[in-house]
T-cell receptor, first 113, second 112 residues
Framework: EADIYQTPRYLVIGTGKKITLECSQT?????MYWYQQDPGMELHLIHY???????EKGDLSSESTVSRIRTEHFPLTLESARPSHTSQYLC????????????FGPGTRLTVL | GQQVMQIPQYQHVQEGEDFTTYCNSS?????IQWYKQRPGGHPVFLIQ?????EVKKQKRLTFQFGEAKKNSSLHITATQTTDVGTYFC????????????FGKGTKLSVIP
């Protein structure tokens, strides 16, 4: 089992609040990802990073932002949460430029009231 | 950009029946990977196929990679309730786009 962690696992928050979802991995992987997924539905890539100080937007437009100051840490921030942000957020990591096999964290289930 | 299509979107089977999900890519792939996500869980890597025409087995699961390296299938023989979940294929093209592209997944329900 891969060593990738996400906190919090569940978050219920009011509209307009700023939130940060944490993701950490201890595998030394260069590449990290954030996906948004509604229950049982497809995975939407919203952000990825090739390494420290690298961040890219994914296929799905998102109002969230990410940072990569340390290899092991890839937090996602929403400046002002809205009900439309309610979803599950999955973090993943992989070794750079190999087969891109991804290891997923347990996810954060976000509910914005 | 690269697209990965997966069918069917949903499949309901009686326990003991077989199940197959299919994956097609718009471009030739370097490898194809399969993931399983249990209800309420996160995707977990199952297997990777690299060679043209490759077939791999994991107990009751059989994975195939097409000769042209643009399609793949996952077949489960004699489904069990533990097989319930969503199965995702993911294609990696390698050159130019070092990024895995996931299919939309096939959600499998097994009726006991």
């Amino acid at each position: 089992e891969a060593d990738i962690y996400q906190t919090p696992r569940y978050l219920v928050i009011g509209t307009g609040k700023k939130i940060t979802l944490e993701c950490s991995q201890t595998m030394g992987h260069d590449k990290m990802y954030w996906y948004q997924q509604d229950p049982g539905m497809e995975l939407h890539l919203i952000h990825y990073s090739y390494g420290v100080n690298s961040t890219e937007k994914g296929d799905l437009s998102s109002e969230s932002t990410v940072s990569r100051i340390r290899t092991e840490h890839f937090p996602l921030t929403l400046e002002s949460a809205r009900p439309s942000h309610t979803s599950q957020y999955l973090c993943a990591s992989s070794e750079l430029l190999t087969t891109d096999t991804q290891y997923f964290g347990p996810g954060t289930r976000l509910t914005v009231l | 950009g690269q697209q990965v299509m997966q069918i069917p979107q949903y499949q309901h089977v009686q326990e003991g029946e077989d199940f197959t999900t299919y994956c097609n890519s718009s471009t030739t792939l370097s490898n194809i990977q399969w993931y399983k996500q249990r209800p309420g869980g996160h995707p977990v890597f199952l297997i990777q196929l690299v060679k043209s025409g490759e077939v791999k087995k994991q107990k009751r699961l059989t994975f195939q990679f097409g000769e042209a390296k643009k399609n793949s299938s996952l077949h489960i023989t004699a489904t069990q309730t533990t097989d319930v979940g969503t199965y995702f294929c993911a294609g990696f093209s390698g050159a130019g786009s070092y990024q895995l592209t996931f299919g939309k997944g096939t959600k499998l329900s097994v009726i006991p």
